[in-house]
Nanobody
């Protein structure tokens, strides 16, 4: 079966950086748009970033634009989220998501756009 496993979360001070990884097994991501979402306590899961199957197109939520970078390595079946200049408001569980139906571009920013999800990795930013 398809599995997405996130790693790289942790505790960091405001202004610091983290790099999240999402390794996919059970299916190649070569033709799949991939995304990152996050969920803070008491809040709904929200879109963070998405990347097209080729990596040529990316989309970001407004509040992470310029600070976060999504990338992928199809040979490793892995997607990354580089997070710089982290803020306390970035504290959340971060989830990787895979879209394994037809994908064109990277404008997939809703939960329903994705077919498989990872279990999440906690990111805590202290002030």
């Amino acid at each position: 079966q398809v599995q997405l496993v996130e790693s790289g979360g942790g505790v960091v001070q405001a202004g610091g950086s983290l790099r999240l990884s999402c390794v996919v097994s059970g299916r190649t991501i070569t033709r799949s748009a991939m995304g990152w979402f996050r969920q803070a306590p008491g809040k709904e899961r929200e879109f963070v970033a998405a990347i097209s199957w080729s990596g040529g197109s990316t989309t970001y939520a407004n509040d992470v634009l310029g600070r976060f970078t999504i990338s992928r390595d199809n040979a490793k079946n892995t997607v990354y989220l580089q997070m710089n200049n982290l803020k306390p408001d970035d504290t959340a569980v971060y989830y990787c998501a895979g879209r394994f139906r037809f994908s064109s571009g990277s404008y997939y920013n809703t939960l329903d756009d994705y077919d498989y999800w990872g279990q999440g990795t906690q990111v805590t930013v202290s002030s």
